[in-house]
């Protein structure tokens, strides 16, 4: 599992590639918590070269969620593949996260 | 020839093992997509919730997985010489109506077993506990 950053405007977009599987999920924990507990506020998460994700990192991204809670705070994923998308769908997690097809409709201001 | 045999030490690391092998089974076999994914899923949260939670005294441990496939399903059986748990009654159900102020991860991995696999039955067997699913070659 890779993660790769890379800033655009105020967004930090992180994307990860490969697996987030129960073995895998602390690293990526350690990739995306850090810079939020250092002050980044606006984050976008790619999945477009996302394979696979289980509990474990659906639990990192409950983390982050709940970190980037309030106003001038934004945490959007985009770019999941159907069988991510059904994982979220299946666990609720589609209703309770800002899901978009891909990182430029993520990047787009909302509305609201 | 259908059937996959691996034994995993209780150690979080055999998870890339376990992944990788699953991969070699479902390109071998020609396993679509999601069928792999949810085979992957499943496993994976089975595995390592028995890792993380069933040797309480720490000890060194065995999982066994092994599979077979019928005309459409995979069968799998899942043993291993942990404490006695069984997933299906011991597990929180998660909150998937929660908001994410309220919400946590619990039970969750489980949940996706229910969702992705029929027939789920757990026994404890002498000093091991056994899960068998099948889950269907065709996605829903």
Redesign the interface.
Known sequence: MEVSTRDHDDWLILEAEGRIDSKTAKSFETALLTPIKEGRQEVIVDFARLDYISSAGLRVLLMAAKRLRGPDKAFRLCGLNANILQVLQVSGFDRMLSIHDDCAAALAPQEG | MSAFSLQLKND??E??TL?DQLNVYANEHDLN??VS??L??IL??L??NTISYGYADGRQGRIDIRMHQTGRHIEVLLKDDGDAFNPLEDSEV????????D???GG??V??VR??SEKVAYQRLGLENTLTLSIRLTDE
């Open positions: 979080l690391d998870i890339e992944m997509e999601t994914f949810r992957s899923l994976d949260e595995v390592s998660p909150d998937i109506d929660a908001d994410i102020d919400r946590d991860i969750l991995g949940h996706f969702e992705f």
